[in-house]
């Protein structure tokens, strides 16, 4: 605890001194010393610079830096301390290769007559060069780096910004980015107030992948692709007739035929529902249960509708998110994952509405719950343990201090949504290699496992790139013999 709050007082005392800056100094020949200053009441940055230029071959100013690295737009409002000073002392937002004098850089430069250019060096030692804005004497200043290319943008207060660029700068990353000041002149220095700085980096490309959807057949040990994209599909529910599959991408669900080459078809909810990879059939295939999130709650809650989707309603309606995973056997209970009180725990509503009712109250993270076809248990994964295992409690709950729960795997792997064939008779479920910390990821070395209710004997049937969305919800086929899963390869 004391190191913790060394290091934190350490870091507050850093922003205090610099701000969101790592760092500032002189660059460049500057026979008068530059200064720092940071408010952090009022956040503005002040900066006193000498220096005769930031031009030609070689620059000379103080500058307050931090090391980035990508995409990143640098924005402030800006103005000289005092009138009547060098007409061309510049104020500036930068982009730097290094803190050497003659470094590539592009920087947006306010000058002190009003003047405000995109400047920028190509490579070390090269000459400057400049594109002029038609705006003087602007306020608000931003200069953006996207790749290779820089563009400002300029205006003064209420009015639109006015852009000029791009210009063509490669920067290897990391870079230096931050603020400056340069007095045009040996002789004197001079000063600028930065305020409501802000460096904003974009963020990194989501990284895509592509999805097989595949079916296993327990019967004779093969897995056969039946429909393939390059986007994210997830969680598959077999239709009780056997005809289609339920599986959700990009906040709908779809129905798809498990015969190969099938096009997916969108299952109307009549609403703004964005759906996510928890969804499933009553046991008669009758009613639909799912989760989204809407417009009025952008957490996710349980609904029901018919299965065709129509007649929606919802389910749960607490401010923290609850995910469906199954049907009693009867269609009277929906059990679900519920956030309360930063824990995530197993919960259970009537079909017909009501008061959710809590089924675990350990304190871990409960996860994944789902029932035998005989309605008598309620089987789940958690980290109580202190690893990832599966677990089951009697479906009307774990009883006081989760006295009933008892302990299903016990091995280094970390085990992730159990699901009980129709037949009462197999246990298919998710394992992650040891020491992965949750199911949100995708990764190599995930294992589709199979053992017998009640039994020890566990099976490897396949080892994938899989994870989030491999088999979320209970993805049986109504016969037992087969069952429904994604795998990922990234693009």
């Known amino acids: ?77 800006v103005e000289f301390i005092g009138s009547g000073g060098e007409a061309h002392r510049k104020a500036v937002l930068i982009f730097r290769q290094d803190l050497t004098p003659d470094a590539p850089y592009a920087d947006i430069a306010l000058h002190g007559n009003g003047l405000t250019s995109l400047q920028y060096r190509t490579a070390a030692g090269q000459p400057t060069l400049g594109i002029d804005s038609t705006v003087t004497g602007p306020v608000h200043l931003r200069i953006e780096r996207r790749g290779d290319q820089f563009t400002m943008a300029v205006n003064k207060a209420g009015e639109d910004p006015v852009s000029s660029g791009p210009v063509t700068v490669t920067l290897h990353d990391p870079v230096y980015v931050g603020i400056g000041v340069c007095s045009h002149n040996v002789d004197n220095v001079e000063t600028a107030v930065f305020r409501n700085v802000r460096i904003q980096q974009a963020r990194p490309p989501q990284q895509r992948y592509r999805s097989r959807i595949s079916i296993y057949d327990r019967k004779d040990k093969s897995t056969h692709v039946i429909f393939t994209a390059d986007e994210i599909w997830e969680a598959p529910n077999w239709s009780h007739d056997g005809k289609y599959l339920l599986v959700n991408s990009g906040g709908n669900l779809f129905r798809l035929s498990p015969e190969a080459g099938a096009t997916p078809q969108k299952l109307d909810l009549g609403g703004d529902y964005r759906c996510n990879n928890d969804h499933g059939f009553t046991f008669d295939g009758k009613r639909l249960a799912f989760s989204a999130s809407t417009p009025t709650s952008r957490v996710s809650q349980a609904f029901q509708a018919t299965a065709d989707g129509k007649d929606v309603r919802q389910m749960t309606s607490a401010a923290t998110p609850s995910y469906f995973h199954g049907w009693s056997p009867d269609g009277r209970w929906l059990t679900f994952v519920g956030q309360r009180n930063g824990k995530f725990e197993l919960y259970r509503v009537a079909a017909e509405g009501g008061e959710e009712q809590r089924l675990t109250s350990h304190g871990a993270y409960d996860d994944g719950p789902d029932y035998s076809p005989d309605g008598k248990w309620i089987y789940f994964n958690s980290d109580r343990s202190g690893t990832w295992d599966i677990w089951r409690i009697p ?78 919800v209970n993805s049986w086929s109504p016969d037992s013999r087969k069952f429904a899963f994604v795998t990922y390869e990234p693009l």
């Open 1 to 77: 605890m004391k190191h913790f709050l060394f290091f934190a007082l350490a870091a507050a005392s850093a922003f205090a001194q610099n701000g969101i800056f790592d760092g500032h100094g002189d660059v460049g020949i500057v026979p008068k010393p530059g200064a720092f200053e940071f408010d952090s009441a009022a956040n503005t940055y002040r900066i006193t610079g000498n220096g005769a230029n930031m031009w030609a071959a070689a620059d000379a100013f103080h500058f307050a830096w931090k090391r980035i690295s990508g995409d990143a737009t640098v924005l402030a409002d």
């Open 395 to 472: 479906a009307d709950g774990a009883g006081p201090g989760d006295a009933k729960a008892e302990r299903i795997t016990s091995d280094d792997l970390e085990d992730w949504f159990p699901h009980v064939s129709p037949d009462g008779k197999w246990i298919v479920f998710l394992s992650f290699p040891k020491g992965t910390a949750n199911h949100n990821g995708k990764m190599e070395g995930v294992q589709l496992r199979l053992m017998p209710v009640g039994g020890k004997n566990l099976q490897v049937l396949t080892t994938i790139f899989g994870g989030q969305g491999t088999i979320n």
